[in-house]
């Protein structure tokens, strides 16, 4: 079995496309459509959080998502270790795990934007 990683390419912020690997090899795509082997040059790129909003986009760190609840979160990675997590914009909290599964689960996320493209 194949183990597919996949990540958002871009120039500061200019999203430019995708990447993901499958074995040994990535694939490319300007739009998660269309995957070739010809390479997308990046400067940074957002690792896929695993989480889906309640549209079915995926979703990725930087982005930030709305939950009725919650307000205005935001998918971060802790550069420790390496885990994704959600944090309350308004308050600064991090939205413990279970709460953030459980709200995947009821489909309760709507995706708004990116930290990078803009501030809220």
């Not at 885990?83 to 991090?94: H, K, P, S, T, Y």
């Amino acid at each position: 079995m194949l183990f597919c990683s996949m990540e958002r390419l871009r120039l500061n912020d200019l999203i430019l496309g995708y990447r993901k690997k499958m074995g040994n090899q990535w694939f490319y795509s300007p739009d998660m459509y269309a995957w070739s082997g010809t390479e997308i040059p990046f400067k940074q790129k957002d690792r896929n959080s695993g989480f889906r909003d309640k549209n079915r986009r995926l979703l990725f760190v930087h982005d930030l998502v709305l939950d009725a609840e919650l307000g205005i979160l935001e998918i971060v990675q802790d550069e420790i270790t390496g885990m994704i997590l959600m944090i309350e914009l308004n308050q600064g909290n991090i939205v413990p795990e279970f709460s953030v599964r459980k709200k995947v689960m009821e489909n309760s996320l709507q995706w708004v934007s990116c930290s990078f493209l803009q501030s809220l």
